[in-house]
């Protein structure tokens, strides 16, 4: 255990655990110490970051399908009753779609917003239900992206979902404070993963390059948003609220 980390064993549920950013963040907060619900549809690849994360009593796989909105909550409160009281959630489970406007039918924006914004909101919802939330408070942290501040054709849907979400952590941290729980985001730029090594794929190589220099440090790694979230999450840095921190190698300063 990580000796500067103070979860102390406190239990975070992080969606999207299965893969990606999600799977990333959930082996740092077991690097520092923290236990980890695994959140997820896939139970075989949440049982695969399972075994990556280390002592089996780290960890729990939690299958939930977030597309199934009224689910949430009552599996939240069964994992509740099994683990005991949580301390935190990390909402990184998301879709990401091209979408131009002529293709914005309302079926295939309320897809984006149910997993990335509603699916968030039952999940926070749920983990500050009395009998969930651990009686000294707790923290809230969305993955939210830089398309939550910048635009780009065709993500006018997603640009939309990601916005909704940093304007809802704001108005969270406020309405959470005074239960001591604390709501933050963490807004990525270009991160390697498998999902953006499959859009690469349909790119030649000029078009990735020119993607990759409009960020002057380069793409990011998992890693680079893990070791945010787990800073957003910590404990120790119970001043901190309402924060949007955007990781981008310089993209969004263009």
């Known amino acids: 255990m990580n000796a500067v980390s103070a979860f102390g064993d406190r239990w975070v549920a992080v969606s999207g655990a299965s893969s990606g950013i ?12 923290a236990r980890v619900a695994l959140i ?12 990556l994360a280390g002592p089996a009593e780290r960890t729990r796989v939690c299958p939930i399908d977030l597309a ?29 779609q091209t979408l131009p406007l002529a ?9 984006l917003m149910d997993i990335n914004f509603q699916a968030g909101l039952e999940l926070a919802r749920a983990l500050c239900e009395r009998a969930v ?19 780009a054709p065709g993500q006018i849907a997603y640009c939309a979902t990601k916005g909704a979400v940093a304007a809802a952590v704001r108005a969270m941290a406020l309405e959470l404070a005074p239960r001591r ?31 990759e220099a409009l ?26 609220t309402g924060a949007d921190l955007v990781i981008d190698g310089g993209y969004s300063l263009q």
């Open 103 to 111: 293709a914005t039918r309302p079926d295939r924006v309320r897809t």
């Open 22 to 33: 999600g799977r990333g963040i959930a082996l740092q907060l077991v690097a520092q110490g």
């Open 133 to 151: 939330l651990r009686e000294d408070g707790g923290s809230v942290l969305w993955i939210s992206s830089v398309y939550a501040h910048v635009g």
């Open 181 to 211: 729980v604390r709501v933050n985001c963490v807004s990525p730029g270009l991160v390697k993963t498998a999902m953006t090594a499959s859009a690469g794929s349909r790119m030649t190589a000029e078009q990735w390059s020119r993607i």
């Open 40 to 51: 997820g549809r896939n139970v075989e690849r949440l049982h695969e970051t399972a075994e």
């Open 215 to 240: 960020h002057p440090l380069g793409a990011g790694s998992v890693q680079d948003v893990a070791r945010a979230a787990s800073f957003l999450l910590d404990p120790f840095n119970a001043w901190v």
């Open 68 to 96: 199934e909105l009224n689910g949430i909550a009552p599996a939240v409160r069964a994992l509740a009753e099994q683990t005991g009281r949580l301390y935190g959630l990390c909402h990184a489970a998301g879709l990401a």
